[in-house]
C-alpha cells in the first residue's frame, strides 16, 4: 500500500463489552478495498459507567493502540462507532419551511423536551430527511445528542494512540450504511435489520429514509443470566417484537410485509436463521459487509470467514466518508 493509499483510509473501531473490531479500509482505483480486519480485546467496555473511571482513556487507548501496531495498520485517520446506549437518538417532523436560526431554534426546542440537564452538557448532530409523499410531513429530522463528556474521554483516548479522530459514529448508523452499500434496495422496500447482542437485540428499519431504532432487553433466567444460544427461544423474541414494531408504525400487518430480514452482530447462529425461515415465508439471512468491499489480504481472523455478520459495524464506521 503506498502513502497516497494511506493517507486516504480510514480504520474503523467497534468497541462492544470488552471485544474490539478494527477495520482499515482504503480508497483507489479498484474502488473501496479493505486492508486488514482485526479482533481484539480491551480492559474496560466503552460504556457511559466505564467513563467515569479516571483511567479510562489510558487503559482504552493503550489496549487499541497495541492491536494497532500487532496488526501492522499504517493508515492514521480513524473514526469510531459508539453503542447506541450511550447516545440519544429521536425522529421527528419538520416544517419544510424551516431553515437557518429558525431551524436551530426548533432544534434546540425539540432537545429540550427529551433531556433533563442543561443543552449546554451536549453536542447536538442532526440529519433532514425526505419522507415519502403520503406523509402528513414533508420532512423529518433525525436527531442524536451525545453527552460532552463522552467525547471529550474519546479525544482523549485518541490522543494517546499512533491515529488521529476524524469522526464519532452510532452502531445503527454504521449498520445501516453497510446495508445500503452492500444491497442496494428500492426506497420502497421495506427492509428489517436484526442485531443480536449478547445483552440485547436492537431493531431497526428501512424504508424511504424512514428511521426506527428499537432495543430489547432478553429475559432473564432464574440464574439472572440469558443464553444466546438457545437458538428457537431467541427466534420467538425476534418474531414476537418485530411484529409489535410492524404494527405499533402502521408498517404493515405482519412480518411478512417486510421485503427482507437482515440478522448481523456478535450471537447470530443458523438456528435462529432456520427458525424465523422456518416462520415466515420471507426472505431471512445474514449479513456480509465482505459481499461488496473486497479485503486485500488473508484475514488472520477465522471469525471474518465464519461470521462476517460480526464486523457489519467495523466495516461500516470504516468506510464513513470514504
Known sequence: MNHQQTEEGLIGISVRDTVVRMTEAVTSGQGRQIVKVVKGSVRYPMELTSLEKSDFAKVL???????????????????????SDMVLIKKIPLDANLEGEELREHIHWE??????????????????????????????????????????????????????????????????????????????KKVALVDIRKKNVQLSILYNDYYLSQEV??????????????????????????????????????????HEILLYGDAVDDIVIETLSSAHAINI??????????????????????????????????????
Open 61 to 83: 487507548s493503550d489496549d487499541i493502540n497495541r492491536l494497532y501496531e500487532m496488526a501492522g495498520m499504517r493508515t492514521t485517520q480513524a473514526a469510531i462507532s459508539l453503542d
Open 111 to 188: 432537545v429540550s423536551q427529551y433531556v433533563i440537564n442543561p443543552i449546554d452538557n451536549f453536542n447536538i448532530g442532526y440529519q433532514t430527511l425526505n419522507v415519502g409523499t403520503n406523509s402528513e410531513y414533508e420532512r423529518a429530522m433525525v436527531l442524536v445528542l451525545i453527552r460532552k463528556q463522552v467525547v471529550e474521554s474519546i479525544k482523549e483516548l485518541f490522543a494517546g494512540t499512533s491515529m488521529q479522530l476524524r469522526a464519532i459514529d452510532v452502531d445503527i448508523f454504521s449498520a445501516q450504511r453497510v446495508i445500503e452499500t452492500t444491497y442496494n434496495f428500492e426506497a420502497e
Open 217 to 258: 432487553g432478553y429475559p432473564i433466567d432464574e440464574d439472572g443470566t440469558f443464553s444466546t444460544e438457545n437458538g428457537e427461544h431467541l427466534a420467538r423474541i425476534i418474531s414476537k417484537e418485530l411484529r409489535r414494531v410492524i404494527l405499533d408504525n402502521k408498517l404493515g400487518k405482519s412480518i411478512e410485509d417486510m
Open 285 to 322: 439471512r445474514k449479513v456480509n459487509p465482505f459481499e461488496k468491499i473486497t479485503i486485500i489480504a488473508t484475514p488472520e481472523e477465522q471469525e471474518v470467514t465464519d461470521h462476517p455478520e460480526a464486523y457489519v459495524t467495523s466495516v461500516g464506521v470504516a468506510i464513513k466518508g470514504l
